[in-house]
DNA sequence: TGGCCCTATGTAATCGATTACATGCAGCTT
DNA sequence: AAGCTGCATGTAATCGATTACATAGGGCCA
């Protein structure tokens, strides 16, 4: 190692302490390395005076046990990788964060993985995972992995548990955490319709995406259920993203004859819509309503402030957390766990100028 | 295992097939176990037939090397962690993804550590990483860990390679990647001065980060340098979120005499306090200009949109990432890097109403 | 042709824990 | 008292790679 990044430090041992082992430990507690993994593995197996004196010791010495180590023989990792399309979606930071607080509280550490679209990026994670380096997996991104290219060469079959979160993977036969996406879709449009909105158009989500097509469903049957047509020219396309969300604006505003209120299935969407139309002198929701989905922080301070469809964000993730922990702990688990949205009414959507 | 999760499924393969160790490969390719291990590390040290047979082996077995073996033989786990304060804040989600990118690029896999303020789980960190689970760390939470309990038992000293990101560490010998905070906040007062604003208040950071302590400096100096006097009166406490930003914009509005200007540390708490200066029925920038920092996604598309400083924050992440894997690899590293910052100049600030 | 060096490869020690199996001993039953 | 049970503990095999050291063989030079 160079000395670039240490040129002067001084109040560093100079003596770079082994870290203790576990023999180090036994010898210290004048008994077999057998009985320092007992003591903390099994303690009920160690007879009180042994306990105490490896407790002891791993205090003197500040013994932590090697993971490689531990993971070799055991066959565990203590690790869970949670693999999700984009890292930097808004969306997302909230769900990790109930995964992780539960992950850590059981013991687990959690490894992300952000494919980005890659598939590349993909396969690695598959092999990644194969290869034993993670317990179990939460998987964000509506697929399995590892179902590319199945030809020659076993394409490492992927054994250890998983869960999916958000978007369910249709022919997969692992648990699902999720909402109730369609259910949600239409309750929006009934409320929409309720205030009066006839022309209500749809931003979409990407094409495939399973969330989209449960929301579109959701929005058909809302339009079905108040027996209004259902008409394509409505259907605006998007990608979730703030930027999508301003090109619909910009279609919208192109428009002679123009929606009295806009559906985006995501709040990013919802935002950059409504700043389109700002810019355009629409005004929100006097001329047009919006109406978003997911209820992010953001949500509720955007001018005007977002009717949305709220997720309980932090919980989906714990919930993901606490069922591969069943999971991996040999509990039984539920199928399917699907947590309840909520209508969050802003000042986005108003009653339709003349109706 | 409980067959809960696992009732019906059919199309799954019986055999669990184990997973392929480098002597199955090796009796494949008819050479050694350490021909195979040679192979993968150093090609150019095996015969060129040698290594074609390895491969194929390899290919037809679908072999992945096991990690805890090789990292208990090795030392080395090529896992970085990751440790910061708030997994849930969009500020570090697109920095996150620039580590990774990098991180991911270079072989490395990524932990996270949302620390959400709690000393346990910062110790279990500290322990994590003395363990030997981590190669190095990329620290985003402004000071060293395992600095706590010093006393008996040795606290099990860190000394794998450390680099801070954004919040520099005062005491610590490790690289810093960071931006100029203090020459960011002193050009945005500067630029609003420039426009005429005079009283210009400032919705700080948390009291002791080292962010704030840099922009307030920066914000002092930016008065110094335009000849203004400094006024306690107009310095409101903030947290960085939206809520402080809420909060900070009700003690704004219940004010008789207001600034012209309002200088927030951060875009959610800008975004926060336009809000409530909305509610209140006051107009940004008309009536008081909203500046804020970061440039966040959302800051483009606020109403009005956010005159702010760009950070670079996928570079940020990525430099770090950088220095620290140069670090790992033993190669020459920068102790200090900073990355430019730009003022993004948008709608919300405009000259006040008298000059 | 003998000696030297270099390359390719193999053998086996090693990393640090977990855990199957063995052992010794105390207490209880008959 | 013999035999059984069961607890506490120790011994050593084991997990699957990396790598120090050993060795065989080929090429080259004197």
Chains 1, 2 share one sequence.
Not at 97 to 106: K, Q, Y
């Amino acid at each position: 190692m160079d000395e670039a990044g240490q040129g002067d430090m001084a109040e560093q041992e100079a003596i770079p302490v082994r870290a203790a082992r576990i023999q180090d430990v036994a010898k210290l507690a004048e008994v077999s390395t057998a009985t320092v993994s007992r003591a903390l593995a099994t303690p009920e197996r160690v007879s009180p005076e042994a306990r105490a004196r490896v407790l002891e010791a791993i205090a003197k010495t500040g013994y932590v046990p090697n993971p490689a180590a531990r993971s070799l023989r055991s066959q565990k990792t203590f690790m869970v990788l949670v693999v999700l399309p984009d890292l930097s979606n808004t969306f997302f930071s909230k769900i990790l964060r109930g995964i992780e607080e539960t992950l850590f509280e059981a013991g687990y550490g959690m490894i992300i993985s952000d494919l980005d679209g890659s598939p590349e990026k993909e396969a690695h994670f598959a092999a990644f995972t194969a290869a034993g380096r993670v317990d179990g997996a939460i998987l964000l991104n509506g697929h399995l992995f590892g179902q590319t290219r199945e030809g020659e060469g076993q394409p490492a079959r992927i054994t250890i548990p998983l869960v999916a979160l958000c978007e369910a993977i249709p022919g997969a036969d692992i648990p699902q955490i999720e909402i109730d996406n369609r259910a949600a879709a239409s309750r929006m449009i009934q409320h929409l319709v309720a205030l009066g909105h006839r022309r209500i158009a749809y931003v979409s989500g990407p094409a495939n995406n399973i969330l989209e097509r449960e929301r579109f469903l959701g929005f058909k049957e809302g339009l079905e259920a108040a027996g209004l047509p259902f008409d394509p020219a409505l259907v605006i396309p998007g990608d979730y993203t703030i930027e999508s969300g301003v090109a619909a604006g910009q279609g919208l505003v192109a428009r002679t004859v123009r929606p009295t209120a806009v559906f985006c299935t995501s709040d990013e969407m919802a935002i950059g819509l409504m700043r389109t139309l700002f810019s355009a002198g629409l005004r929100v929701p006097e001329d047009i309503s919006v109406a978003g989905f997911d209820d992010i922080e953001f949500a509720a301070v955007a001018e005007p402030s977002l009717t949305t469809i709220h997720q309980p964000r932090r919980e989906l993730g714990q919930a993901a957390a606490t069922v591969l922990i069943d999971l991996l702990q040999g509990r039984p688990t539920l199928k399917q766990i699907r947590l309840e949205t909520e209508l969050v009414i802003r000042d986005s959507v108003k009653p339709p100028r003349q109706s």
